[in-house]
Structures are given as structure tokens and as C-alpha cells.
């Protein structure tokens, strides 16, 4: 009988420890919530408001054939060695339906990675066709500009001003998207 009731007591005891154990872990996490800091919040609303502008004004140069000026710049939520952005071209449905319509089998994404601590990442589908060329080199459809440089955004987007151009002259879709490299 001794050893039954030992056990019994053994027993009681265990379970009032795992029950300590689990109230001390639920007042852990009521008290102390984990999550996104303010200042990852503050900065992911940042960063995706800034790729929404850029989203829009590239849609209007590509739609529209015209001119506009952006200044993508993330401030204090800077991370130039820890993100990297770019307009990607996916050619699967797969890829494209969780960011653009349903049954797209093509699409033009605009990509931000962030691979600090807390990494995250944004996608924005853009409406811009998918043969869409971002010329890296002067030429007639993309003359040189004093205090400017073109970039081909699908190798990468520095933050910075940008003029956005959409050549009339070329058969395909062709955005002229040059860097300011000086306070003019």
C-alpha cells in the first residue's frame, strides 16, 4: 500500500508542476507577446508604401508612354547590404496567381527582400507586359542625360531619384529608367 500511495503522491506532484510549468508559460506569452517589433512594422509599411509608388509610376510610363519622377528612398529604414530589389518576369502560373490574377501564366513582378534579422519579403504585380525592356545602355531611344545613368531594374533597384521614361519610338515596350547621380 506504501508504494501505491508514494506513487499517487509522485503523481499529484507532476501534474501540479506541468500546471506551474503551463500557467507561468500562458502569463509569458500574455504579458510579453512576441512579434514584429514597431519598428519592423513602422519600416514594412515603409517599404511596401514606397513599392506601391514605384508599382503605380511604372505602370503610368509603360500604359501611357510618357514621363515621371520618383523618389524611392527608404530613409531610416535603409538596409542597402541587407535587401535587394528588382522587377522579376515569372512565366508560371504558380508563381504569378498568389500577387496578380488568376490564371496568369506570365507576369512582371516588382521583388524587395529583406535578409536581416526579422527577413521579410514583398511582391507587387505590375501591369506591364511581360517582354518589357529595361535598357541599360544609351541610344537613340535612351539618350544620355547630364547627372543621369540608366539602370536595368531587372539587375537591381538602388534606392534613389529616378526619371522614368517610356520610349514612343520602339516597337517594344521599352522604359528608359535613369538614376540621378547628382543634385541637379
Known amino acids: 500500500m506504501k508504494v501505491d500511495e508514494k506513487m499517487k503522491k509522485a503523481w499529484v506532484f507532476g501534474m501540479v508542476i506541468l500546471l506551474l510549468v503551463a500557467a ?91 535578409t536581416g534579422p526579422n527577413a521579410f519579403s514583398i511582391r507587387k504585380c505590375l501591369s506591364i507586359p511581360t517582354n518589357t525592356i529595361f535598357q541599360s545602355n544609351t541610344n537613340e531611344n535612351c539618350p544620355e542625360i547630364a547627372g543621369k545613368s540608366l539602370v536595368d531594374f531587372r539587375e537591381g533597384i538602388a534606392q534613389g531619384t529616378y526619371y522614368l521614361a517610356s520610349s514612343a519610338e520602339s516597337a517594344n515596350q521599352l522604359i528608359c529608367a535613369y538614376k540621378v547621380v547628382d543634385n541637379e
Open 24 to 114: 507561468l508559460i500562458f502569463l509569458r506569452i500574455i504579458l510579453f507577446p512576441t512579434g514584429p517589433s514597431p519598428i519592423l512594422e513602422r519600416c514594412y509599411t515603409q517599404v511596401n508604401s514606397k513599392l506601391e509608388e514605384m508599382k503605380a509610376k511604372l505602370e503610368i510610363v509603360a500604359a501611357e508612354r510618357t514621363q515621371e519622377t520618383i523618389n524611392f528612398e527608404f530613409g531610416e529604414c535603409s538596409n542597402p547590404g541587407e535587401e535587394n530589389i528588382s522587377i522579376k518576369t515569372y512565366l508560371t502560373e504558380a508563381l504569378c496567381t498568389p500577387y496578380c490574377d488568376m490564371g496568369k501564366n506570365a507576369c512582371e513582378l516588382l521583388a524587395y527582400d529583406y
